[in-house]
């Protein structure tokens, strides 16, 4: 599939999907006339980039837990000068996550409540209709 078609398929624009493809998280094939041709597996790519950013990942980082998730090769430091502050980074996105987690968790827990409150509002206007329309009948 040529660009627009996957763009179209994952809801993202033809120039995300182009950003993508510049920061080294999308891959594509190109023709002899350099035409960039996307497969299945890269429509379930974007959303799995799509989500990673979302949760406020940057490229950098999506690239290296997108390419770990998909058992590619990574490009880890060999020494403990370069692993050190990586895993104090991705300690760091990990906190964050979990902390932007919690607060969707609590947001979850309210709306929750208030989609029932107003459920029970509704069941009773229904009730309070029906009944009435059983009186005038």
């Not at 920061?23 to 597996?41: C, F, I, N, Q």
């Not at 998730?69 to 895993?87: F, H, K, N, R, T």
């Not at 964050?96 to 989609?115: F, M, N, P, Q």
Request: glycine content about 6%.
């Amino acid at each position: 599939m040529l660009i627009g078609e996957l763009a179209e398929k994952t809801g993202t624009t033809v120039r995300m999907l182009r950003y993508y493809d510049q920061h080294g998280l999308l891959k594509p094939k190109r023709t002899e006339s350099r035409y960039r041709v996307y497969d299945e597996a890269d429509v379930e790519r974007v959303r799995s980039v799509r989500c990673l950013i979302s949760s406020g990942l940057n490229v950098r980082l999506v690239r290296l837990v997108l390419a770990h998730a998909l058992g590619e090769e990574v490009d880890l430091p060999a020494d403990e000068a370069g692993c050190v502050p990586l895993l104090e980074m991705l300690q760091e996105e990990l906190s964050s996550l979990e902390d932007r987690i919690a607060g969707l968790e609590r947001s979850k827990t309210h709306l929750t409540r208030l989609v029932g409150d107003v459920e029970v509002i509704l069941a009773k206007k229904r009730a309070a209709k029906h009944t009435s329309a059983e009186v005038h009948a």
